[in-house]
């Protein structure tokens, strides 16, 4: 039980980071936005099978995934492996 409470605590900060990091990012870039991956935050973060809507939001920001592999604020997320096996389940090609 302490186990899935610490497991819900560092989740809800990974995605308190990705949300915040996505603010700074949004002012940068309009067509790139990393916060409109949070339907993804369970495939990338827990490893859970990637949803409909999480596609769908993965090939709207297909054009992205390099910037965002760039970045040192969402490297992490985007090039782990649950997060490289949510868009191979999704079919989508992120040829950094």
């Known amino acids: 039980m302490a186990g ?5 605590a560092v989740y809800a ?3 308190c980071a990705l949300v915040l990091a996505a603010a700074a ?11 409109s991956l949070s339907p993804c935050m369970s495939a990338i973060m827990l490893g859970a099978p990637p949803t409909q ?3 769908v ?3 709207a920001q297909q054009p992205c995934l390099c910037q965002y592999a760039r970045d040192p604020s969402y490297r992490s997320y985007v090039t782990s492996p649950s997060a490289k096996r949510a868009v191979q389940a999704c079919n989508v090609k992120a040829n950094c």
């Open 13 to 15: 900060v990974a995605l």
């Open 53 to 55: 809507g999480c596609c």
């Open 25 to 35: 990012t949004t002012a940068r870039a309009a067509t790139c936005n990393p916060a």
């Open 4 to 8: 899935n409470r610490k497991a819900a």
């Open 57 to 59: 939001q993965l090939r």
